[in-house]
DNA sequence: AGCATAGGCAAGCGTTCACTTGCATGTCAA
DNA sequence: TTGACATGCAAGTGAACGCTTGCCTATGCT
């Protein structure tokens, strides 16, 4: 879970998590192009890509190789942890 | 929420969290003990007392002046806004 | 085969981050 | 008032982080 929470650390990672709420089953171009259109972020290729990786890393994003493409899918579950840890005490009735 | 992601970034920081929710209203000594005892950390007061700065930034910890004591009080809100910008999709039925 | 496309590997760079050290401020009790 | 306690401020350091650059591999189409 460690590797989880510094995966959210970044805007970028954040925001790459969004896209894929979007839609599943991106590739890395997808995703890049997508950055630029909404959100004005014009990152190098291979820094989404590193991105991509530290996601996966964490389990927030799986991936599936289809030919020549590399297929990105988000796994919310580990975000679901985040609100059972701290969870909002009931207010006192 | 962006002090929010960082913020939880790092482990110190979550044990923090954690102590909080046990009990309301600790000092930065009580809590740099547990820290201590609980989690066999032993960081500066300094340190933890930047930690502290940085969760009340972040809008995750409440702070109250009394005496030349000062009371930390853990705010869950921000920590619900995560699940919700990434819900999990309900499965196909 | 030849070429374009999609992605991977790795070194280097500047910044941010967590932490320590040293000193200063403020509060309370005797 | 004096001393002990709780906290605050600020500079310095080493490591981690985000990003770029350059080159390489693999797949698919004509």
């Known amino acids: 879970m ?3 929470y510094k995966a959210l650390a970044d805007e970028t990672r954040r925001l790459l998590l969004d896209e894929l709420m979007q839609r599943d089953e991106q590739t890395l171009f997808e995703l890049c ?5 909404h ?12 991105h991509l990786d530290v996601l996966e ?3 927030l994003v799986r991936t ?6 590399k297929l990105h ?4 579950a580990p975000l679901a942890q985040i609100a059972e840890r701290w969870p909002t005490r009931r207010t006192r009735t």
């Open 57 to 59: 890393a964490a389990g």
């Open 2 to 4: 460690s590797d989880v």
């Open 73 to 76: 899918t988000i796994n919310t």
């Open 39 to 50: 959100h004005d972020l014009t990152p190098t290729r291979q820094a989404v890509s590193q």
């Open 64 to 69: 599936e190789r289809r030919g020549r493409y």
């Open 33 to 37: 192009t997508k950055l630029a259109m």
